[in-house]
C-alpha cells in the first residue's frame, strides 16, 4: 500500500501502488502545465465515512511513496480516462480509480 503525502503536515493518502504510479502521472502532468484542480477521495485510515477534498496546486509539496521497489506499468487508456474525467470536471475522484485488491508490486522489467 502506498501513500501519496500531500503538503507535508496532513496524514498520508493509503493507496495502492499501481493507482498510485497512475496519479503521479495525472498530477505530474497538470502541475508541471500550472493546472490547479480538486481531489477528492474516502480516506481507508480511521474508519471516517466522510471524503476529503484537496485543492492540488504547484506550490503545495507532494511525495509518493511506494511500498513496492519496482515501477509499474502504465496503462494508456487508464491515464486517458482519469485525465478525461479530470478535465470534464475540475475534480479528480480517486475512488473511482483504485483497484479492487492492494497490488504488492510489479516484478522487475526484463
Given at each position: 500500500?502506498?501513500?501519496?503525502?500531500?503538503?507535508?503536515?496532513?496524514?498520508?493518502?493509503?493507496?495502492?501502488?499501481?493507482t498510485l504510479a497512475h496519479l503521479k502521472v495525472i498530477v505530474g502532468t497538470k502541475l508541471r502545465r500550472q493546472e490547479s484542480f480538486m481531489m477528492t477521495w474516502h480516506p481507508r485510515e480511521g474508519g471516517d465515512p466522510g471524503r476529503l477534498t484537496v485543492w492540488m496546486h504547484p506550490a503545495i509539496?507532494?511525495?509518493f511513496l511506494f511500498t513496492s521497489p519496482y515501477p509499474h506499468n502504465i496503462e494508456k487508456t487508464r491515464i486517458e480516462e482519469m485525465m478525461r474525467a479530470l478535465n470534464a470536471t475540475g475534480e479528480l475522484v480517486i475512488d473511482d480509480y483504485v483497484q479492487p485488491k492492494a497490488d504488492s508490486g510489479s516484478a522487475p522489467k526484463s
Open positions: 500500500m502506498g501513500r501519496l503525502r500531500y503538503d507535508g503536515t496532513s496524514e498520508p493518502i493509503l493507496i495502492d501502488d499501481e509539496p507532494l511525495q
